[in-house]
């Protein structure tokens, strides 16, 4: 090889080693378009937590599982359901109300008026309500008319619960979630169902 | 003489036409969180959970709960995703990337804290259960230490966790049996269930990280320091005298070691090789150019020495050592039962002779709101 071919070979090396040097150092540089996705996908941003796919099937679930229900289902008029916050044992944080009000509405959408639900979390608006128009300041009050708030019939409320490991191999939780529906005048347990989603995952090596 | 006057006249304008623009320098106001999101938005995106951790921290410690609930909020969705490969991670995997080039979501005791943290806003919102899903959390990102005797070791985040679950009148002994187990005493205090006032404070400054072995391939840690060890807290006529529950150094250092360690290392291997060919290579070919006869041989060598040398200097063993710098030394925590109405609490800083700080002693009013407890950040810097 001659000195001309020498010189040609390194000058490419070095070159070649400055233009890996120039490489694009982004995270997805290009970005990620904004995706609309249906609520019961899996998104590509995912965790081994409670997501929004699991609230979809668990509450879907929950609900016609209690339309089934003979107290429901047979019902002589319409009872009346109160929805109880339900209790988070899991490790992940939420908005414990969410899952009864996917319940609530698929309920109230499927149900075709078999049950109504009573707005105990408004009550401060609508005891305001009541007295603004039993001291005569609004229309369709009488005075000193007699309490009108429904009793509840059923209260409807859900326990999450999870078993979580992580180790060197990944992470895993599975959750547990359970309903009950309870009659308040007996403390009896009418009717409950569960789901459980197991997930599982491990992050990247240069996260562990 | 009067020409190459006007020439110098005009010269000097030019001159002084090209002159530099002097830029003032910004202004900083003296609110760290606004300073703080600024510095967020400017952060490069790989950063950006650091600085809303420093920043969220720095908004609590100041009683601005809204916006430490919405940094954290902002955080803990990634801390809390499993990280699968990207273009960003396998270049920080690459030899010839640089483990900073990451995402960062900080090691284990950091994520640890960004929950410990939302945990304590979660509480504050009257939402105990959402509080102890983030010291579940917490505990179980430290779970996977490679030495299980230092795995979900944090004594306070079972203390809590524990604590929680006794006063939604659940059984929290277990989780009060693991945090004297780890804190090594049956010092901590039992669970009272009717407490309603719940003061959580840190003391000192936390561990930073730094890059040791030759080429800063060990992620290793400067620990932490603080001379406050404990706390002397009177409220009315009730006063409690508060150990610290955890050290955030022993946290960082009790882990035995990262995947991503052997991969630095890895890198550290193949660097030293390339050194040693730049080192030599180039000095055998400056020889060998001399005699006639070995001539032919130097300019490869010399060719040689110089692409080791660039592979060797474009290779990244560097360890990540981004740090949430604003971090304390301790944790500790005490409960206390109080009615509702005002109240003021003074706070004794003590050292580890049990002998009072004067200069950081602070006394502090705080309501107390019927049925909800009340939940309180002391910091002593």
């Known amino acids: 090889m001659t000195r001309a071919n020498y010189l040609t070979v390194i000058?490419?090396?070095?070159l070649a080693l400055f233009v890996a040097g120039c490489g694009t150092t982004g995270l997805n540089p290009q970005g990620a378009n904004v995706t609309e996705m249906k609520a019961d996908e899996r998104g590509f941003v995912a965790g081994t937590g409670i997501e929004s796919q699991d609230l979809v099937a668990v509450a879907d679930k929950m609900a016609r599982s209690i339309?089934?229900?003979?107290?429901?289902?047979?019902?002589?008029?319409?009872?009346?359901?109160?929805?109880?916050?339900?209790?988070?044992?899991?490790?992940?944080?939420?908005?414990?109300?969410?899952?009864?009000?996917?319940?609530?509405?698929?309920?109230?959408?499927?149900?075709?008026?078999?049950?109504?639900?009573?707005?105990?979390?408004?009550?401060?608006?609508?005891?305001?309500e009541r007295d603004l128009k039993q001291t005569g300041k609004v229309t369709g009050g009488t005075p000193n008319a007699p309490v009108e708030f429904k009793g509840?019939?059923?209260?409807?409320?859900?326990?999450?619960?999870?078993?979580?490991?992580?180790s060197n191999k990944g992470s895993s939780d599975y959750v547990l979630y359970t309903f009950q529906l309870l009659d308040p005048r007996t403390s009896a347990i009418l009717w409950e169902d569960f789901a459980e989603i197991k997930k599982q995952g491990q992050s990247d090596a240069v996260y562990r | 003489m009067n020409k190459v006057c006007q020439l110098a006249g005009v010269a000097l304008l030019a001159a002084g036409c090209a002159a530099p623009e002097i830029k003032k320098a910004p202004v900083a106001s003296n609110d760290l969180v606004e300073e703080g999101k600024k510095l967020i938005s400017g952060a490069a995106e790989k950063d950006k959970i650091l600085w809303r951790?420093?920043?969220?921290?720095?908004?609590?410690?100041?009683?601005?709960?809204?916006?430490?609930?919405?940094?954290?909020?902002?955080?803990?969705?990634?801390?809390?995703?499993?990280?699968?490969?990207?273009?960003?991670?396998?270049?920080?995997?690459?030899?010839?990337?640089?483990?900073?080039?990451?995402?960062?979501?900080?090691?284990?005791?950091?994520?640890?804290?960004?929950?410990f943290y939302r945990g304590l806003i979660y509480w504050m919102d009257g939402e105990p259960d959402n509080a102890r899903a983030c010291y579940k959390s917490a505990q179980l990102i430290d779970g996977d230490a490679k030495d299980k005797a230092f795995a979900s070791d944090f004594v306070l985040l079972d203390y809590l966790d524990g604590f929680v679950t006794a006063k939604l009148l659940g059984d929290g002994s277990d989780m009060l049996r693991r945090a004297r187990v780890s804190a090594k005493t049956n010092a901590l205090p039992d669970y009272d269930r009717v407490a309603n006032v719940m003061v959580f404070l840190q003391f000192g400054f936390g561990p930073l990280k730094h890059g040791g072995g030759k080429?800063?391939?060990?992620?290793?840690?400067?620990?932490?320091?603080?001379?406050?060890?404990?706390?002397?807290?009177?409220?009315?006529?009730?006063?409690?005298?508060?150990q610290a529950f955890d050290d955030l150094s022993f946290q960082a250092t009790t882990r035995g070691g990262r995947l991503m360690d052997d991969i630095l290392a890895d890198k550290g291997t193949l660097k030293k090789p390339l050194d040693a060919i730049a080192t030599v290579a180039p000095a055998v070919g400056v020889v060998l150019a001399g005699p006639k006869e070995t001539r032919g041989a130097a300019l490869p060598l010399i060719g040689a020495g110089i692409a080791a040398g660039a592979i060797s200097n474009s290779a990244e063993a560097m360890a990540d050592t981004r740090t949430w710098n604003n971090l304390p030394q301790h944790l500790a925590f005490a409960a206390f039962r109080l009615p509702p109405g005002p109240h003021s609490i003074t706070v004794e800083f003590l050292d580890g002779a049990g002998k009072p700080l004067p200069k950081l002693s602070r006394a502090l009013t705080f309501d107390v709101r019927a049925g909800r407890d009340t939940v309180m950040l002391i910091a002593d810097q």
């Not at chain 1, 000058?11 to 070095?14: E, K, Q, T, W």
């Not at chain 2, 699968?84 to 990337?97: I, M, N, Q, V």
Request: charged share 25%.
């Open chain 1, 11 to 14: 000058a490419a090396a070095l």
């Open chain 1, 67 to 128: 339309l089934a229900t003979p107290q429901i289902a047979n019902a002589q008029g319409k009872p009346s359901i109160v929805l109880e916050p339900i209790v988070n044992e899991t490790r992940f944080p939420i908005n414990k109300e969410i899952f009864l009000t996917r319940i609530r509405v698929t309920l109230s959408t499927k149900a075709g008026g078999k049950v109504i639900f009573l707005a105990r979390d408004r009550m401060d608006a609508l005891e305001k």
């Open chain 1, 152 to 166: 509840a019939d059923f209260i409807l409320t859900g326990k999450l619960q999870s078993i979580s490991t992580r």
């Open chain 2, 53 to 115: 951790y420093r920043v969220a921290l720095v908004a609590l410690k100041a009683g601005r709960f809204d916006e430490a609930r919405q940094l954290l909020d902002e955080c803990l969705p990634t801390v809390g995703a499993i990280l699968t490969a990207d273009e960003r991670t396998l270049k920080a995997r690459s030899l010839f990337g640089n483990e900073a080039h990451k995402i960062y979501v900080g090691e284990p005791y950091e994520q640890a804290m960004a929950y």
């Open chain 2, 215 to 242: 080429y800063g391939e060990r992620l290793q840690y400067h620990a932490g320091h603080s001379a406050v060890r404990a706390a002397s807290l009177k409220i009315g006529e009730q006063t409690m005298q508060v």
